[in-house]
């Protein structure tokens, strides 16, 4: 069975303090995809970034870096220098297979707070 | 790209009323994704198509839901008889290669 664990339901920093979201993962698939994305009040789902199984580089896109570790079922994300305007729900997915369309497995989110 | 597209946004309806939620996926991506979000139980997946085909509805929570996609622009989850803990918002995503998705703006149903 798949799952993903968000363990901190919610977040508060204060502007410009760098913040680290924690993702962690269960598969015994060897092929998978692990996602994060980005829930503003507003509502919307924001697709930010997808990463696949066999690809454990580290990312980094703008304030965004996403640390993936396949010994520990993790794929962490850091915003640095943290802004008002992350302020939202952020969520870990999993999807098993490669190119098939498959379902996404959803964590239960982390609330993220910036107060300026 | 307009991107996905739900209809309506918003819904209100009393108990024991049909409810059907629309999606118009983005051209090109053959597969397409029912979810519903609620506080208790965070977004969870409903059912699932492939090139028009449902492949997984083991979400689909009863008799009550039902889901069908006649061609590849279009699909409809459809609510009958409607129960207020049907409440939620309900998303459809369009599904791209490499198992990427990409939500609609959601509709947001509510039954009194």
Not at chain 2, 29 to 45: A, D, I, K, P, V
Request: glycine residues 6%.
């Amino acid at each position: 069975a798949q799952k993903v664990t968000q363990a901190q339901t919610e977040i508060s920093v204060v502007e410009k303090e760098d913040v680290t979201l924690d993702c962690v993962y269960e598969t015994r698939d060897t092929t998978y995809y692990l996602f994060w994305y980005k829930q503003p009040p507003s509502g919307e789902l924001v697709f930010l970034i997808r990463r696949n199984s066999f690809d454990e580089q580290n990312e980094i896109s703008g304030r965004y870096s996403w640390n993936f570790q396949k010994s520990t079922s993790s794929f962490n994300f850091t915003i640095t220098a943290s802004q008002v305007v992350d302020s939202a729900v952020y969520f870990c997915a999993l999807s098993v297979g490669y190119n098939q369309g498959g379902k996404l497995i959803f964590g239960q989110g982390t609330e993220l707070s910036v107060k300026p | 790209d307009a991107g996905v597209i739900q209809s309506p946004r918003h819904e209100v309806t009393e108990m024991g009323q049909e409810v059907t939620l629309r999606c118009k996926p983005i051209s090109g991506h053959n597969s397409l994704f029912w979810y519903r979000q609620t506080m208790m139980r965070g977004l969870e997946l409903l059912i699932y198509f492939n090139n028009n085909v449902p492949i997984d509805d083991s979400g689909m929570p009863e008799d009550r839901f039902s889901a069908k996609m006649p061609n590849a622009s279009f699909s409809t989850l459809k609510i009958q008889p409607s129960e207020p803990r049907d409440s939620a918002v309900y998303f459809c995503a369009s599904g791209a290669p490499l198992n990427e998705q990409f939500f609609g703006p959601g509709t947001r149903l509510t039954v009194l």
